[in-house]
C-alpha cells in the first residue's frame, strides 16, 4: 500500500510539473501578466518620462555642485579619450590659383582644369560646355562650386573649383589679370573674377601630393592635350619683310587637315617600321638629350622627283608625332639674321620642312665658272654658303 501511494504521489507530482514546462521553455519565469504590462504604451511612456525626469533632476544636481572648470575640464578628459581611440583625419587644403603673382598663367591651374574634364562623371550635377569653330570636340569644364573625387596610390583626393568675384579699385593691379588694366576716366571699377581649385586631402600624405600627384596631373593633361590638338601649318607672314610680330611671331598659321598617315602610306613596310621606331625613340630620348647637353632635334633629308611622296611623309610623321608644320621657303630670306628671327619665332615640338634647299643657297663650288671666277651682278644679302643654315639650325 506504501508504496502504491508513493507511486501515484510521484506520478501526480511530474504530471503537475508539466504545466511549467513551456514557460521554461520559452525562458519566461515570470507570471504571463508582464508580458502585458511591458507591451502597453502607457507603460513605455511612463517609464520614459520617469527616465528624462531623473536626468534632468541629475544635470541639476551636478550644475549645482560641481563647478563650471571642473565641469570643463572633465568632458575635454572625455572627448580626449575618444580621439585617442578613434582614428582622426587631418586635412589639408592646396589651393592653385589660375594666375600666380610672378608667373604669369598657372602651369598646375591649366593642366588640373584638363585633367579634370576628364575624370567628371555622372555625380556632377552642373558642367560648363563651349566649342570653337578651329576645334572638333565640344569642351566640357567644371561649373562653379563642384566638386570631383580622385585616387592616387591609395590616397582619397578631393578637387572642388571655385570662382570669385570682386570689385576691383580704378587703378589698383595685384597681378593676377592677363593684361593691363583699363583705367578710364569716369568709368566705374570692373568687376574682377578669380578662378582657383581646392585640392584637399590627408595631411601626412603631403609630401606624396607634392612630388608625385602634382607631375601627374601634369604629365595626364599633356597627354590629353596631345590627343585634342589641332595641328598647325606656319608660313611666311604677309608681313614679314617689315617684321610684324603677330600672335604667332613672323608666321602666319592654318589647320592642317592632311590626311596622311604611316597606315596610308605607300612605302616598303621595313622601311616605314624603321622609321617609326627612330621617331618613337626620338620622343622617349629627351631627358636624354638635356642630361647630355644636347638640343633635342632630329634631322631627316628627303630628296627625290617631284610627286614621289616627300610632303606625304612629312605630314604622316606630323601626324604621328602631333607636331606642328613650319614651311620655310629659303628663296624668301635676305640674310642671316632674318633666318635668326625666323627660327626663334617658332614652337616646341614642331616640324621645321626646308623646301629644296639645294637651290635655295648660294654655294662657292656652284657660283664660281670653271675658267675663274668673273663679277657676279649685285644681289640681295643672302645667306652665301649653308654655313648660315647650319648654324642657325644647331640649336
Known amino acids: 500500500m506504501k508504496r502504491t501511494s508513493l ?49 534632468m ?15 570643463s575640464y572633465l568632458w575635454q578628459s572625455i572627448r580626449h579619450l575618444f580621439k585617442a581611440k578613434l582614428p582622426v583625419q587631418q586635412r589639408l587644403t592646396f589651393v592653385v590659383e589660375e594666375y600666380a603673382r610672378d608667373l604669369g598663367r598657372n602651369e598646375i591651374f591649366v593642366a588640373a582644369e584638363l585633367y579634370l574634364s576628364s575624370k567628371i562623371g555622372t555625380d ?66 570692373r568687376p574682377e573674377t578669380k578662378r582657383c581649385f581646392e585640392l584637399s586631402f590627408d595631411k601626412k600624405h603631403k609630401d606624396k601630393i607634392i612630388e608625385s600627384y602634382v607631375a601627374f596631373v601634369i604629365q595626364k593633361a599633356s597627354d590629353l592635350k596631345d590627343k585634342e590638338k589641332v595641328l598647325k601649318m606656319f608660313t611666311l607672314g604677309g608681313n614679314f619683310h617689315g617684321l ?18 604611316f597606315d596610308t602610306l605607300a612605302m616598303e613596310p621595313e622601311q616605314k617600321k624603321a622609321i617609326m621606331n627612330d621617331l618613337d625613340r626620338f620622343l622617349s630620348r629627351r631627358e636624354f638629350y638635356k642630361r647630355v647637353g644636347r638640343a633635342w632635334k632630329r634631322g631627316y633629308l628627303l630628296y627625290g622627283p617631284p610627286g614621289t611622296g616627300k610632303s606625304s611623309l612629312v605630314a604622316a610623321m606630323a601626324n604621328y608625332l602631333k607636331f606642328d608644320v613650319y614651311d620655310l ?17 617658332t614652337g616646341n615640338s614642331s616640324i621645321l620642312v626646308i623646301e629644296d634647299i639645294d637651290c635655295s643657297i648660294d654655294l662657292p663650288e656652284r657660283a664660281a665658272p670653271p675658267h675663274g671666277p668673273t663679277k657676279m651682278p649685285e644681289m640681295p644679302a643672302r645667306p652665301k654658303t649653308g654655313c648660315g643654315l647650319a648654324a642657325e639650325t644647331r640649336g
Open 7 to 55: 507511486y501515484n504521489t510521484a506520478l501526480a507530482h511530474i504530471q503537475s510539473s508539466r504545466h511549467f514546462l513551456p514557460y521554461c521553455r520559452s525562458g519566461a519565469m515570470l507570471p504571463p501578466n508582464v508580458k502585458e504590462i511591458m507591451a502597453s504604451p502607457s507603460s513605455l511612456f511612463s517609464a520614459y518620462a520617469s527616465f528624462t525626469a531623473s536626468m
Open 57 to 71: 533632476l541629475a544635470r541639476t544636481m551636478v550644475n549645482d555642485i560641481v563647478p563650471r572648470p571642473v565641469q
Open 124 to 189: 556632377t550635377d552642373c558642367l560648363k560646355i563651349s566649342k570653337s569653330h578651329a576645334k572638333k570636340h565640344v569642351l566640357v569644364r567644371l561649373a562653379k562650386d563642384e566638386t570631383i573625387l580622385d585616387t592616387f596610390e591609395g590616397v582619397e583626393l578631393k578637387w572642388k573649383f571655385v570662382t570669385v568675384t570682386t570689385r576691383r579699385a580704378r587703378g589698383s593691379s595685384d597681378g593676377f589679370e592677363e593684361g593691363p588694366p583699363i583705367n578710364l576716366p569716369g568709368t566705374p571699377p
Open 244 to 261: 610684324m610680330n603677330g600672335p604667332n611671331g613672323l608666321w602666319s598659321s592654318i589647320n592642317l587637315e592632311h590626311p596622311s598617315t
Open 329 to 345: 621657303q629659303l628663296s624668301n630670306i635676305m640674310s642671316d639674321w632674318q633666318l635668326r628671327e625666323l627660327l626663334l619665332c
